[in-house]
C-alpha cells in the first residue's frame, strides 16, 4: 500500500468516522442538554421566528451593515469560495463520485476554481489579519481559534499546489491536512458550522413568539 | 477607629464560593444556552452594538467576554467531549480570580439590553447567558451590594424602594387627593389590575395619577392591591431567583383574589418583560390572566374609540425602551398612542426595535458604582436626540426616565425628558364621547 493508496483509504475512512460520530455526538450533547417549555403565551410564531432568525443573520440587519462590513465582506468571501471550491472542484467531483456518491452536478472550470480560491484565500486572510490587530478580536481568541484557521488555510493551500495532479506528493499532503481538519474540526469552533444554526434558531423562537425576531 | 475597621474590613478577602458558581452554572445550562456556547466563533462584531464598548472602546465591554465564566465550566462539566478535555488538562475550572474579575462584566457593564443579538451572526442572546450567569455569581456571593439590597428590601419590604402596603396605600390617598383622581386600591371583582413601579410612587408619581386619568376617562374597571402592587423584578435583575418567585407570585396572588382577567405593567420596561415574557415560567405554570404594557392597554383604548387626545405643541421624538419594543415586541404601540398627539414627531437614528440602550437597564441603574458609566452611556442618546432637533424625549419606562434624568443632571444637559402616558394624560380630550368598553 502506497501512502496515498493509506490517504485516501484507512486514513481518509478513520478521519470521516471521526467528523462525523463527533458532529453527531456534539449535536446530541448540545440538543439533549434540554430546554424548559416556555410558558408564556406567544404573540406570534416561535416556529416562524426560529426559521426568520436562522436566514436573517446570515446578512448585516438593523442597520449595522457599515460598522460590520469588514466581516461581512471578508466573511461572504471566504465561505462562498470555500463551499465553492469543497463542492464543485474537479478533483473534489472525482474524489466524491470515486468514494462516496455520485454527484448530480458538473465539476467547475479552472477560470472558476481561480476566482473562487482567490475569494477564499483573500476572506481568510483578511478575517485574520482582523483577528490578530483589533484589540477586540485580539481579547477573544484563543488557541483554538487559531488552530481552526491554519488548518483551514493549509487544507486550502495543498489543495491548490495539488490541483494540477503533477505531483503525488502534494495530493498527499492534501488529504493529510484535510484528514486533520476534520478529526479537529468536531471538537473546536470550527463547528459553528452546524451550531449556528441551533444558536439562531433558539434565538429566533425565543423572541419570534414575543413579536419581533432580532 | 471607625474607619480603621472599614478599612480592615475592605482589605478583608471577600469570601467566594466558587464551587456553588460551578454548580449553579451546571445547573442552568439547558440546550437553550450550550447552544449558544458552542456557536460563539469570536468575531466580535458585538462590540458594534454595545453602548458600553462604544463610550469606552474598551476591548474588556465586548459583549463576548461576558460568555467567558460559563464557557469556561461548560467546557468542563457538562460539554460534549468535556471528560476528554478534563483528561486532557485542556479544561481548567474556573477560578476564584475569574469570579472577581468578570463581576463587573456580568453586572455593571451589561443592561441586557439585546443589541448584540441583533449583530452577531450567530444569533447569540448575550443577555439572556448574563442573567444565568448574575445567579450564579450571586450563588458564589459576589454581586453589587447596592443591587442585592433591592431585591432584599423587594422581598422583605414588598418594594426595592422600601414601599410597603402602608406607604403604598398613604401616597394613593395622597394622589388621589392631590390630583382629585378617583384610584381605586384593592376593589374585589376589578377586571383590570394595575401595578406600579417604586421608582414611580416616589419619584414621578404624577404618572401614577395620569395613568389613573387616563383608565378612569376609558371605563376601564381597574384598582391596585395591597397584596401585589411592585411591578419591578429585582430578584431577576440581582440573580436571585427565589425573590423573583416571591414577587411574581404576590402579582398572581392579587389577580386571582380580585378575579382580575388583565394585568397592566406600569411604565417599566424590565417589569414587562419579566412578567409578560417569563412570569409563568418563574412561577411553574401559565399565569391566569393576561399581562399588557400601559402602551399596550391604552392603543387598545384608544383602537376602541375610548381615548381621544390633543396635539402637542413641540417637538416630540420617543426613546424604545429595550424590553418593552425589542425584547417585548410591544414596539409599535408608543408611537400609535403619539399618532395624532405629537404633530412634529421625529424618530431617532437608529431607532424602534434597534434603538441604543439609556445605559441603566438590567438593574444598573441600581448600581451606584456605574454611575459614572451610565452618564457615559448617555451621551449616545444625547447625540441621537439632538441629531432629530427634538425638543422632548418621551419613553415609557420610569428606569430609563430615571436614568437619564439622573445622567442629564450630571451632563448639564438642557433637553426635556418626559413620560408617556403623563403627556396623554395632559392631552387627553376629556370632552370626547367614548365608545364603550367592549371587554365589559
Redesign the interface.
Known sequence: MTLLDFVEGPLWYVASSVFLLGVVWRLAGILLAGRARDLSISRQSPIAGALKAVVLHSLPHGGNLKRTVYHFVSGYLFHLGLFALLLFAAPHVAFINKHMIALPWPAMPRWAFIIAAEAAFAGLILLYVRRLTDPVTRQLSDADDHIGTWLTFLAMLTGCLALQEAHTGLRVLHMLSVEALMIYFPFSRLMHAFTFVLARANTGATFGRRGFTP | MTNEVSSVAQARPRPIDVQAAVEKLNAL????????L????????C???CHF?EVTRD??H?P??KLAPITKVYRRH????AG?RRTLGLAPELSRQDLEDWEELIFDSCTMC?RC?????????IA?VVAVSRQAFVAAGLGPADLLQAADNARDRGSPLGVTKAVLADRIEWLADEFEIPIALDRPQADVLLLISSIELMKYPHSVSAMAKLLNHAGVDWTLSTTGYESTNFGVLAGKADVAKILISRITEAAESLGAKTVIVPECGHAFGVL??????I?????PY?VRHITEFLARCKRDGRLRFKSVDTSVTYHDPCQI???????QDARYLLDGVASDFREM??TG??NWCCGGGGGVQAIGRAADLRHDVFRIKMRQVEETGANTMVSACSNCRLTMDESKAALGWDKELASLVEILAEHLEEDAPQAPDPAR
Not at chain 2, 457538562?78 to 467531549?81: C, M, S
Not at chain 2, 443579538?117 to 442572546?125: A, F, K, R, S
Not at chain 2, 419594543?325 to 414596539?331: C, I, P, V, Y
Open positions: 445550562t439547558g440546550a437553550h444556552v450550550a447552544s449558544y458552542d456557536a460563539c466563533v469570536h468575531c466580535g462584531q462590540a458594534q452594538a464598548h476591548p474588556r465586548v463576548a467576554m457538562k460539554a460534549p467531549f476528554l439585546g443579538t441583533v449583530v452577531c451572526p450567530m444569533g447569540i442572546d439572556s409578560r415574557w417569563s412570569g409563568a415560567n412561577l411553574g405554570r401559565p399565569l393576561e419594543s425589542r425584547r417585548g415586541g410591544a414596539t437614528t437608529p426595535n434597534y
